[in-house]
Structures are given as C-alpha cells and as structure tokens.
C-alpha cells in the first residue's frame, strides 16, 4: 500500500509562486511515474504534470506550461511541483497521483493511476 502525502499549498498573490510537495511511503515504494492533478470548485478533476520516475521525462498541461516544473528525488521518493507566476485561475486543490504500472490509459487520465493523496488546498488572490 502507498501512502501519498502532500503539503506546500497556501494562500498567495497573483503572479507569486508556491512549491508543492508529495512525500510518498511504502514498505518499498516503486512507481512507473508520479503525476499532479487539480481539481476547481464545480469542476472536474484535471491534469496539471507528470514526471516518469526512472527517466525524468515530463509532461505538462498547455494551461501550466512555462510556469510550472516537476521534479523528483527518487532517494527520498518525493515529487515537487514548482508553481511561478501563479494566476487566480490556478486556484483548485491540488493532488499528486503514483501510476504504478504503464497504463493503457494515457496519462493525463486520471484512470491510469492507482494511488492518490488527500490534497492540498492552493488559493491564488488577484
């Protein structure tokens, strides 16, 4: 069972950034990638950023391009989402998501992942 912690959300001003963290526990933890969801009040759940967890190659949403970066520590089985130049739009709680094995989903789908944190609320004021 992976347990998938994250923490770093907040209140911030248009245009200021937040580091979002997701500490992840297992026994022996092993993952293919690790991605970030969000998810607005009155929407749905929506891909922010995935990281592949040997490789390191990503992918972002066009919506988050540019300003935010995903990172690992694979010693400390952590992923980082870096937010820059934040917007109001950007408000939503965000959930980081472990993809165990590779999917026949595609990864931006929340269907192809198995684990899930509890959130962290990020709130960006205009």
């Known amino acids: 069972q992976v347990q998938l912690v994250e923490s770093g959300g907040g209140l911030v001003q248009a245009g200021g950034s937040l580091r979002l963290t997701c500490a992840a526990s297992a026994r022996t933890f092993s993952t293919y990638a690790m991605g970030w969801f969000r998810q607005a009040p009155g929407k749905e759940r929506e891909f922010v950023a995935r990281?592949?967890?040997?490789?390191?190659?990503?992918g972002y949403a066009d919506s988050v391009k540019g300003r935010f970066t995903i990172s690992r520590d694979n010693a400390e089985n952590t992923v980082y989402l870096q937010m820059n130049s934040l917007k109001p739009e950007d408000t939503a709680v965000y959930y980081c998501?472990?993809?165990?094995?590779?999917?026949?989903?595609?990864?931006?789908?929340?269907?192809?992942?198995?684990?899930w944190g509890q959130g962290t609320q990020v709130t960006v004021s205009s």
């Open positions: 998501a472990s993809q165990t094995y590779l999917s026949s989903y595609y990864y931006t789908n929340i269907a192809a992942y198995d684990y």
């Open positions: 990281i592949r967890w040997r490789a390191g190659t990503t």
